[in-house]
């Protein structure tokens, strides 16, 4: 599959997130994702967090686990990737 860039994989998840504001974890990978991509997607979630600009929450023991948006707007996020991830 082709390789997807983590700076474009950020960019898919804040559109998404920009509209839902909440998602599970889970449904960030699609139906049947490759190796690369749920590195990608993976990364672009703890980047997001140490930024943050999303938040993971399980509000329970064993449930799944939420990424919820934590700024306002999703085009006021700048974020400043040092290395891009070639899986």
Do not use: N
């Not at 474009?8 to 920009?18: H, K, W, Y």
């Not at 909440?22 to 990608?40: A, C, D, K, N, Q």
């Not at 980047?47 to 085009?75: C, F, N, S, T, W």
């Amino acid at each position: 599959g082709e390789a997807i860039s983590l700076r474009a994989r950020i960019d898919g998840l804040l559109g998404t997130l920009g509209v839902a504001r909440r998602l599970t974890f889970e449904s960030l990978f699609g139906e049947r994702p490759t190796r690369g991509y749920v590195i990608v997607t993976f990364l672009a979630v703890l980047e997001l967090m140490k930024q943050h600009v999303v938040e993971a929450v399980q509000e329970a023991i064993l449930g799944p686990i939420v990424i919820e948006l934590l700024v306002e707007d999703v085009r006021t996020v700048s974020l400043d990737l040092l290395e891009e991830y070639d899986g």
